[in-house]
């Protein structure tokens, strides 16, 4: 079964520059999450879209912003990088807004140097 | 704050045996909680999840106990083999989000 794809799977940036991860949810689904996690830590509920429309923000910084696209996909973008971006970026897809169910993309390892 | 949280950070069971991780959460109107599993490197996967409207329920090797009285849920693994080596997470799904707790790393001991 098709699950959600997640791009780059390594990503290695400096301090400072800019950086853009992509999710493409499991066909049908029509809402995003996107969720941080640091080393060691418990992932952290980042932003949420449905139907192309953002839906939900949590701790996001203000040096994030995200968008959903009209096939669905997803891309997260980060400006300023900072050493403490360092982190696992994960992806989640669900079917309709308010959907229990959540599936998890591989995530994407981002190193700031 | 933190809705859900776990009590240990580590367990470390033989193989073969059967392995309990626990979990408090403190949000008494929570009305679903799910166990995920994350191996080394990848995303959290889903094992089992309750509603608040059960107190057991059961899956392949798993189960799932939910005590409201005391807002605590744990995840029974029935004979434990390597391949469950990873940190589990207990969460909880809060208004359309995932609110993980901080994850028992379970070692399984040859």
């Known amino acids: 079964a098709a699950g959600v794809i997640q791009s780059p799977r390594h990503l290695i940036k400096e301090k400072r520059e800019t950086a853009t991860l992509k999710c493409y949810p499991i066909p049908r689904h029509d809402t995003v999450y996107w969720y941080q996690q640091g080393p060691g830590q418990d992932p952290q509920f980042l932003i949420s879209f449905y139907e192309k429309m953002q839906s939900d923000k949590g701790s996001i910084p203000d040096r994030f912003s995200a968008q959903q696209f009209s096939d669905y996909h997803s891309e997260l973008n980060m400006s300023s990088l900072e050493l403490g971006d360092s982190a696992l970026y994960f992806c989640?897809?669900?079917?309709?807004?308010?959907?229990?169910?959540?599936?998890f993309g591989p995530g994407t390892r981002l190193t700031v140097t | 704050g933190e809705s859900v949280g776990l009590h240990l950070p580590t367990l470390s069971v033989q193989e073969g045996d059967n392995s309990i991780i626990n979990c408090a959460y403190s949000?008494?109107?929570?009305?679903?909680f799910i166990w995920y599993k994350q191996e080394s490197g990848k995303g959290p996967q889903f094992i089992i999840d309750?509603?608040?409207?059960?107190d057991k329920r059961q899956g392949q090797r798993v189960t799932v106990l939910l005590n409201k009285t005391v807002k605590h849920l744990s995840l029974q693994i029935a004979a434990t083999q390597p391949g469950d080596s990873a940190v589990y997470f207990c969460a909880e799904n809060l208004d359309d989000k995932i609110i993980f707790g901080k994850g028992t790393r379970l070692h399984i001991l040859p």
């Open positions: 309750i509603r608040s409207n059960m």
């Open positions: 989640a897809s669900s079917l309709g807004q308010g959907s229990y169910e959540q599936y």
């Open positions: 949000n008494s109107a929570s009305d679903y």
